[in-house]
Nanobody, 114 residues
Framework: QVQLVESGGGLVQPGGSLRLSCAAS????????MTWYRQASGKEREWVAT???????RYADSVKGRFAISRDNAKNTLYLQMNSLKPEDTAVYYC????????WGQGTQVTVSS
């Protein structure tokens, strides 16, 4: 059974940084494209970043230049490094395997506030 467990969220000041992790199990992690999504209160879930099996990355315009998605296939772990955080980055962040029917983690809350 596929399991995705996010961690690393928290409360940070504007301009601060956080590194999110997603521990994956139940599938051959290195063979799958992985993504990060986020959902702010009252808003639709939005795509944030993608990383392919080869390590190619894509980002939403809103986070480009500030966030970096990466993966450690030996550890079956996906990461999202978030720098220069803004209040508008406040959301629950989710790890997602698009190849799965409903392969989402439980989410981790990121709050950017002074």
């Amino acid at each position: 059974q596929v399991q995705l467990v996010e961690s690393g969220g928290g409360l940070v000041q504007p301009g601060g940084s956080l590194r999110l992790s997603c521990a994956a199990s139940g599938f051959r992690f290195r063979n799958y494209l992985m993504t990060w999504y986020r959902q702010a209160s009252g808003k639709e879930r939005e795509w944030v970043a993608t990383i392919t099996t080869l390590g190619d990355t894509r980002y939403a315009d809103s986070v480009k230049g500030r966030f970096a998605i990466s993966r450690d296939n030996a550890k079956n772990t996906l990461y999202l490094q978030m720098n220069s955080l803004k209040p508008e980055d406040t959301a629950v962040y989710y790890c997602h395997r698009p190849a799965g029917v409903n392969d989402w983690g439980q989410g981790t809350q990121v709050t950017v506030s002074s």
